[in-house]
Nanobody, 128 residues
Framework: QVQLVESGGGLVQAGGSLRLSCAAS?????????MGWLRRAPGKEREFVAA????????YYADSVKGRFTISRDNAKKTMYLQMNSLKPEDTAVYYC????????????????????WGQGPQLTVSS
């Protein structure tokens, strides 16, 4: 069973930086897993933040975070990261790490329903 454990949430001032980590376990050897970060702000639906394919390389971002957030992964460590810079109060949300098995090493996903496995979601609060 795939398990995702996030770390790195907390309280930060606007303009600050923070890095989230997501450690995966239970991955099937020789399988591909696309991964991503999604978030749920208070009173809002869960939304896409960033995604990355198994092969890594470039990330894919929501317009609201493009240029400020960077997604990356280290498959040897089975860990994914989200570096968040120039944080804004509107980035306040519960951030979820998500993963799903794919048939293509280059596949990535931007819809919450496309992900099968989810982490517990650390809270990020950005104060103004």
């Amino acid at each position: 069973q795939v398990q995702l454990v996030e770390s790195g949430g907390g309280l930060v001032q606007a303009g600050g930086s923070l890095r989230l980590s997501c450690a995966a376990s239970g991955l099937t050897v020789s399988s591909f897993y696309a991964m991503g970060w999604l978030r749920r702000a208070p009173g809002k639906e869960r939304e896409f933040v960033a995604a990355i394919s198994w092969s890594g390389g470039r990330g894919y971002y929501a317009d609201s975070v493009k240029g400020r957030f960077t997604i990356s992964r280290d498959n040897a460590k089975k860990t994914m990261y989200l570096q968040m810079n120039s944080l804004k109060p509107e980035d306040t949300a519960v951030y979820y790490c998500a993963a799903t098995q794919t048939y293509s090493s280059g596949a990535y996903y931007t819809k919450p329903y496309e992900y099968r496995y989810w982490g517990q979601g650390p809270q990020l609060t950005v104060s103004s």
